[in-house]
């Protein structure tokens, strides 16, 4: 008998929306035959979490009503604990078109995959901003979050879907991405009952492994779980990403105790609201933890470094079975002599190193992905206290790849061969 943490919801099962086999096939030839309504890159993420069961118990796309409880009281209508609303919207025409009960094809806008068929069964207006002051805390459309909301078309259309599609993610991430049933069954072939999952979205440095290593000290092991889904522009892509995973892994950790994974949402940068997502369909995956980091899901200054550590104690008690794993801002302390973080090490001085990233002076090695990126690209060397050699080579050949193209393409505009 498993002793993972319960699937969320009132009936503690995974409710994976997606058909399979014969049912599949006839819901796309179905689909074929409907009004398309095209979702955007967040709402197809959306779609292939509840497709998967990640975003259990959800059978659908939001109410009103889900909407407004999930966006001010982080609660739907039966009581279901639910962060972020998940919405679907439509242009005012199309939601026109649309009969009450009507059943509809949601077709993904970049690639045109047929991803669900929705049974409509309510359209609705939102308040926009007030959905952003409650979830990202601001209304700035500076704020990457704040401006998908705000170019969301004029309706959202509310209903059931049956899930047709996961995009290429199985064939284009093989061997990473899972199924929250993927990630349980393996957890429980390897008997463990508390898993900590590490949510990773950049490249894996010595501060994310001390993070796995102290998780590893207090669960039965760690699941490094990496975004698929879209990221800012300038992002290291999840190809490369995983490589580091494994070189680190293998040289570095008992590979017994680690299960690397990938999920397919796009971030939402909602900070605070968006940890308590990402432990909540944690939690759908089989993980009694989610180690929460300094500024989780931040971006720019929009959150203070451990809101998403306080949201933890603010939500009712049980809303959410997996616990967040506090973890404040860790790195090598030279005078340390090791791995430390804020509350730990007591020498507040940075390090200072030389150009060859030989130490100088000073305790805590903090690179900001600025300082780093300009050492990989000179051919500096990066010390291995910051990042493993193993984990730099793959990086510098990533951006060596990069430049490469960048050169390929001045040279094209400058001669003037440029291909359509
Ligand atoms: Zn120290």
Known sequence: MSQL?????????????????????EAKKKAATLKKIPLTSRETGDAIMMGIGGFTPLEGFMSHDDWKGSVVDMAMTDGTFWPIPVTLSASKDQADAIGSGEEVALVDEETGEFMAIM????????????????????????HPGVAVVMAQKEVNLAGPIKVLSELNFPTEFAGIYQRPADARAIFEEKGWNTVAALQLRNPMHQSHAYLAKVAIEVTDGVYIHQL?????????????RVKCIDALVQNYFRPERVVQGGYPLDMRYAGPREALLHALFRQN?????????????????????????????????????TQALKMDWTFHC??????????????????VLDDDGNYVSGGRLLLSGTALRKMLSEEKPVPAEFSK????????????GLEEKVEVKLHGAATGDVKK
């Open 228 to 240: 698929l889904g879209a990221l800012k522009p300038g992002d290291i892509p999840a190809d490369t």
């Open 285 to 321: 995956y089989g993980c009694s933890h989610l180690i929460v980091g300094r500024d989780h899901a931040g971006v720019g200054d929009y959150y203070g470094p451990f809101d998403a550590h306080k949201i933890f104690d603010e939500i009712p008690m049980g809303a959410l079975l």
């Open 5 to 25: 943490v319960t699937p969320h919801g009132k009936e503690k099962v995974l409710k994976p929306l997606l058909l399979e086999g014969e049912e599949l096939t």
């Open 334 to 351: 030279y005078q340390c002599g090791e791995m430390a973080s804020m509350k730990t090490c007591p020498h507040s001085e940075k390090a």
């Open 119 to 142: 049974t409509v069964a309510e359209k609705y207006t939102i308040d926009k901003v007030l959905e952003c002051k409650e979830v990202f805390k601001t209304d700035d459309m500076e």
């Open 389 to 400: 050699p193993e984990v730099v080579a793959i990086l510098r050949e990533f951006y060596a």
